[in-house]
C-alpha cells in the first residue's frame, strides 16, 4: 500500500510520539517517589528541570558538532522568542510554584486528581482561544481518559477545592497555556526549547528551594534526580514538542493524558503497590478514549493561503519544492508553500491550523 492510500498515515509520527512522551512522563512519580525520601518535593522539583536543560545541552552539543543541526531543525527565532519566554514562565516557573504550595495545603489524593486538569486545560485553551478543530469524538475520548484519571485517583471520600485545590488547579491551568504557547514554536528546534526551558526553570526552582531553606542532597542523589529528569522531563517534552506539530495541542494533550494510567501500573511494577479493581477499570475506560482518539479520521476540503516558514519535512502533498542538489529525508530549510485547495485527512499540524469553524 502506498504512503498516500494509507488510511493511518494521518496517525504517524504524531501519536507514537505524543504516547511515548507519556510513557516517559508517566514514569516520574514512582520513580520520583523514590528520591523524595531524601530530597524535598520543590527542590526535586528543580534537579529534576535542570537535569533535562544539563542533558539536553550536551545532546545540542555532541549534534552541533556532528553538523545534524542546520539541516535537520530550524533554529529559534526572534519572532519564537516572546512565545517561548511567555512558555517557560508559565509551565517553567509559575506553574511548579503553584503546585507545590497547592500540596501543602491539599491531600496527595486530592491533589493527583486535580492534576489530571491539565488535558482538559490544554483542550479547551486551544479549542477556545486557538481555534483548534475539536470534533465529539475527540471530547468523548478525552472524557473517557479523564474518567479513567478519576477512578484512579477517588479515595471514596470526595473533594473539596479548599485553597491548596485552587493552586494545584492554577497550576494545572499554567501547564495548559505551556502546551498551547509552546505549539506556537514547535516549528523550532524542539532540543533547543527544551533545553532552555530546562536550563531557566530548573535554576528558578532550585533557587527559590534553597531561599526556602532547603538543603542540597548528597551528590549521587542529585546526579540520579538529574538522570531522571533528562529522560522523564528532556526527553519527553521533546517528543512532546515534535508530536504538537503532528497533532496541534489539543489531540496531543488528550494523548497525553495517558501518563497518569502508566504511572499507575509503574507504581504497581516498581513500587509493589496492589492491582486494583479501580486500575482494571481505569485501564477499559482509558482504553475506550484512546481507540476513539486513534479512530478520529478529520477530513474536509480546505484552503491553504501562502504559507513561509521553515521545519523539517519529507516532500509530500505539502512540500513539492525543488532542491539544487540531493536531499537527505527529513531535511530543513526556509521554503515557501504556495496556496492550494484539497480534501484529506489530517490533524492541525504546521500545515492545517484552520479553526473549528470549517
Known sequence: MSTSDDPHRHLWPGVPLA???????????????????????????????LGAGVGLGIVAGLRGLSGATPSEEAAISRADLPWLSAAILAG??????????GLAHTTASSGALLLNLEG????????????ENVDRRLLVGAAA????????????????????????????LAWGIDNNLTRKVSAADPVRITLWKGLVAGSVNIALALVGGDAMPPLGR??????????????????????????????????FSLAPFIGAVLSVVVLDEPLT???????????????????????????????EHD????????????????????HGHPHRHPPMVHAHVHYPDLHHRHGHGH
Do not use: Q
Open 19 to 49: 504516547l511515548a512522551s507519556a510513557v516517559l512522563f508517566g514514569a516520574t512519580p514512582p520513580l520520583s517517589k523514590l528520591l523524595l525520601v531524601e530530597i524535598s518535593p520543590f527542590l526535586l522539583a528543580g534537579l529534576l528541570y
Open 92 to 101: 517553567g516557573v509559575v506553574a511548579p510554584v503553584l503546585l507545590m504550595s
Open 120 to 131: 482538559l486545560a490544554t483542550m479547551t485553551i486551544a479549542w477556545i482561544v486557538f481555534r
Open 145 to 172: 481518559i479523564l474518567a479513567g484519571a478519576v477512578v484512579l485517583s477517588w479515595t471514596g471520600t470526595g473533594l473539596s477545592l479548599d485553597l491548596g485545590g485552587l493552586l494545584v488547579a492554577g497550576a494545572c
Open 222 to 255: 542529585s546526579a540520579l534526580a538529574g538522570l531522571l529528569g533528562f529522560f522523564a522531563v528532556g526527553v519527553s517534552l521533546v517528543l512532546f514538542i515534535r508530536a504538537l506539530r503532528h497533532l496541534g495541542s489539543a489531540r496531543t494533550g488528550a494523548y
Open 277 to 307: 479493581p479501580k486500575l482494571g477499570l481505569a485501564a477499559v475506560l482509558m482504553g475506550v478514549g484512546l481507540w476513539l482518539h486513534l479512530s478520529e479520521r478529520h477530513e474536509h476540503v480546505h484552503a491553504h493561503e501562502t504559507i
Open 311 to 330: 521545519h523539517p519535512h519529507t516532500h509530500d502533498e505539502h512540500h513539492t519544492h525543488d532542491h539544487d542538489g540531493p536531499v537527505n529525508e527529513p
